[in-house]
């Protein structure tokens, strides 16, 4: 049990370095979208991108 503690941490070490703050949802290949779904920062990160980029409200969902 005290080896989860590692995976965890890996795990959020990839999902941050998957956020797209330097390129756009739309950049990503449909197989892959999934990923993007399951992770909450990059929602936030994409809803941000939204407002102060493209000067709309955010999508309810990270679809995009």
Request: hydrophobic residues 60%.
């Given at each position: 049990?005290?080896?989860?503690?590692?995976?965890?941490?890996?795990?959020?070490?990839?999902?941050?370095?998957?956020v797209p703050v330097f390129y756009s949802f739309a950049d990503i290949p449909a197989k892959y979208h999934?990923?993007?779904?399951?992770?909450?920062?990059?929602?936030?990160?994409?809803a941000l991108r939204n407002i102060l980029l493209e000067g709309k409200a955010p999508a309810p969902h990270p679809s995009g």
């Open positions: 049990m005290r080896d989860i503690s590692y995976v965890v941490d890996s795990i959020n070490l990839v999902m941050i370095y998957l999934w990923a993007y779904h399951y992770n909450p920062i990059a929602a936030v990160v994409m």
